[in-house]
């Protein structure tokens, strides 16, 4: 939903890495393949995606400039979901055994992880909570609840769409409606004010 600015990140940026770029369209790696990198997106984004028996792709993780991609995989042998360039994409990359190794060694580096795949896990628990609701309304409702109630600039908005689940067009038709709301109210507020008596 929102890149998190992390301790995760600064640590990896830290530790020997390499820049790497890729076209979109372009896999970055694929489901059982061996995990030996760790990435962070600089510029571009990738769709983290699992596929149900029909071919249908679940995206796991919509990762954007700033964000980690799959850093549950610190922890695995393999990779449980392919990743595919949507746009083309420059990524940081560090060896992932570098990191396990600094975490064994510096307990600040330890403690970055932990903490965020601790607000990774809240974010989860988030998105959960959004998708539950079943309108568009009360969805953006409660992503704006959730989310510190900032209305999402417009240049975010297919971002915001895809985080709540809906098509961008119903995303759009409900803040078409939102600010037609507040034009509304503040017409009433501007005639109100007009026919109150003056003391």
């Given amino acids: 939903?929102?890149?998190?600015?992390?301790?995760?990140?600064?640590a990896l940026s830290a530790l020997p890495n390499q820049t790497v770029s890729i076209a979109a369209g372009a896999t970055l790696f694929c489901s059982g393949d061996a995990v030996r990198f760790l990435y962070v997106v600089r510029s571009g984004c990738i769709h983290l995606s699992r596929f149900d028996a029909q071919g249908r792709a679940a995206v796991m993780q919509r990762a954007v400039a700033g964000m980690a991609l799959a850093e549950s995989s610190i922890f695995s042998e393999v990779y449980h979901c392919d990743a595919v360039a949507i746009l083309d994409t420059e990524l940081l990359r560090v060896v992932r055994g570098d990191l396990r190794r600094a975490m064994q060694d510096q307990p600040d580096t330890m403690e970055a992880v932990a903490r965020h795949l601790a607000?990774?896990?809240q974010l989860t628990r988030v998105r959960v909570e959004v998708l539950s609701k079943k309108s568009v309304?009360?969805?953006?409702?409660?992503?704006?609840?959730?989310?510190?109630?900032?209305?999402?600039?417009?240049g975010s908005m297919a971002s915001v769409a895809h985080d709540i689940?809906?098509?961008?067009?119903?995303?759009?038709?409900?803040?078409s409606r939102r600010r037609m709301d507040v034009a509304e109210v503040g017409r009433r507020r501007s005639k109100d004010g007009a026919h109150s008596p003056r003391r």
């Fill in 1 to 10: 939903m929102i890149a998190i600015m992390s301790g995760l990140i600064e």
């Fill in 119 to 121: 607000q990774e896990v």
């Fill in 137 to 154: 309304r009360e969805r953006l409702d409660a992503w704006l609840t959730l989310g510190g109630g900032r209305i999402p600039e417009y």
């Fill in 165 to 175: 689940g809906v098509t961008p067009e119903a995303f759009y038709r409900e803040m």
